[in-house]
Every structure is written in C-alpha cells, then in structure tokens.
C-alpha cells in the first residue's frame, strides 16, 4: 500500500483546511486509515481514524468537534476536514494504514500501523 497525503498549508487560527490521502496498491477493504501528527519534539499523537469494514470512526480528545474524517471508497482516499484551528494544532500530519482488524482503541497507538505516507505541514498562525 502507498499513500499520499496533501492539502496541508498555512492558515490562521480560526481558518479550515482539508487534507486527503489517498492509497493505491491495493483496496483497503479489512484495513483501518488512520491520522496522526507530530510536533517538533513531540511525539506522534493520534487524531482520528477510519476502520474500513464497517465506516466506525474514531477521533483523538484534542480534535473532537472540530475535525471531520470521511472517505470516498471508490477512490480508496480520506479527508481530513479541519475546522476552527488553533496554533496547537501546528505539526505535520500523517496518514497510515494498520492491516489488522480490531477494536477502535488499537488504531491510536502509531506503532500498530503498517503504512506511512509522507506527511503534510499544517501550520497555524495565531
């Protein structure tokens, strides 16, 4: 599985911005897409995720309200909408793909993902 993840920028707080991130290599049918982030120093903290089978989403404490995850399966790509964004939520945002099937609890963990793409930088300005 590859992924690319896009749509990070520049933005001040207050302001929405979308990511996506698309999978090619194979459909992710039995998989679970999930977003993460890191901050310089920091280390990677879960922000939402999607298991594929049957739609359950999960999101992070610190996102809840704010962020929207949803996905489009005929293009195998999430959206990671982001809505009233604060300075905190400065860091570069990961997508990755976990192959096992489980309960919503084990795709916050990063280390249970088999995937990565590269990232995309959000900043937010205050």
């Known amino acids: 599985v590859q992924l690319q993840a896009s749509g990070g920028g520049l933005v001040q707080a207050g302001d929405s911005l979308r990511l996506s991130c698309a999978a090619t290599?194979?459909?992710?049918?039995?998989?679970?897409m999930g977003w993460f982030r890191q901050a310089p120093g920091e280390e990677r903290e879960f922000v939402a995720n999607i298991r594929w089978n049957d739609g359950a989403i999960g999101y992070g404490d610190s996102v809840k309200g704010r962020f929207t995850l949803s996905r489009d399966s005929a293009k195998n790509t999430v959206y990671l909408q982001m809505n009233s964004l604060k300075p905190e939520d400065t860091a570069v945002y990961y997508c990755?793909?976990?192959?096992?099937?489980?309960?919503?609890?084990?795709?916050?963990?990063?280390?249970?993902?088999?995937?990565w793409g590269q990232g995309t930088l959000v900043t937010v300005s205050s």
């Open positions: 290599g194979r459909t992710l049918n039995n998989y679970n």
């Open positions: 990755g793909v976990s192959r096992r099937y489980s309960g919503m609890r084990y795709y916050t963990d990063p280390s249970r993902y088999d995937y």
